[in-house]
């Protein structure tokens, strides 16, 4: 399997536009993370799915974040729109379930100007 | 709510060296999972060792050992003959282990850079 895969790897923006990021996690994989890394608070949850129904989003920020799971295969977080504040890596990941370990894509690096 | 803290923002050691990472929780759960993560420069989030809190066992994977003191809410990162390649961030990470409550997300410390010299 080939893992977590997140695209893009990269993306700068302005601000005010809309971005959107993908996470296609390893097949099989019940359970869909979205995690955003900054220097000041680290790595946090934003939202988790469960069989492509979202399960907590407490730890999305603001209604400017949007995460969607339209099947098993695919998932997408959205911005907008976006502003220099939202800068950070964004991972995604995924799991089979609660007993095994979550594994992790290489990550968005986001960059709002 | 649970907590991570890790202590030691950076660290380092010399190559071939034994280095010994800190990282203290809080939970008021019996059942839990606690984890170790690598992030080299690349980013990639490397799973390195983990341990059921319901085992007494430390776990072991290779040149990487924990000490799990579970009284104490303490998991510590051993990293024996240190090479190059262990240069990265360290995170802790704890995962409740409640199936009811349904709390499947990582609760992550802020991460140990650790320096190898060669």
């Known amino acids: 399997d080939a893992g977590v895969i997140q695209s893009p790897r990269h993306e700068v923006t302005e601000m005010g536009q809309e971005v959107t990021l993908r996470c296609k996690p390893i097949?099989?994989?019940?359970?869909l993370f979205w995690y955003r890394q900054t220097m000041m608070r680290g790595l946090e949850l934003l939202i988790y799915?469960?069989?492509?129904?979202?399960?907590?989003d407490s730890g999305m920020p603001e209604d400017r974040f949007s995460a969607k799971m339209p099947n098993a295969s695919f998932s997408t977080l959205k911005i907008q729109p976006s502003e220099p504040r939202d800068s950070a890596v964004y991972f995604c990941?995924?799991?089979?379930?609660?007993?095994?370990?979550?594994?992790f894509g290489q990550g968005t690096r986001l960059t709002v100007v | 709510a649970q907590t991570v803290t890790q202590s030691q923002p950076e660290m380092s050691v010399q190559e071939a060296e034994t280095v010994t990472l800190s990282c203290t929780y809080d939970?008021?759960?019996?059942?839990?999972?606690l984890f170790w993560y690598k992030q080299p420069p690349s980013r990639q989030m490397i799973l390195v060792i983990r341990?059921?809190?319901?085992?007494?066992q430390n776990a072991t994977e290779n040149r990487f050992s924990v000490n799990f003191q579970k009284a104490a809410k303490s998991f510590s990162l051993k990293i024996s003959d240190s090479q190059l390649g262990d240069a990265a961030m360290y995170f802790c990470?704890?995962?409740?282990?409640?199936?009811?409550?349904?709390?499947?997300?990582?609760?992550f410390g802020k991460g140990t850079k650790l320096s190898v010299i060669p």
């Open positions: 990470a704890y995962r409740s282990g409640d199936t009811l409550a349904g709390s499947y997300q990582l609760t």
């Open positions: 097949s099989g994989h019940d359970y």
């Open positions: 341990q059921e809190a319901y085992k007494q």
């Open positions: 990941a995924s799991t089979i379930n609660q007993n095994t370990e979550a594994f």
């Open positions: 939970t008021s759960e019996s059942d839990y999972y």
């Open positions: 799915f469960n069989n492509n129904v979202p399960i907590d």
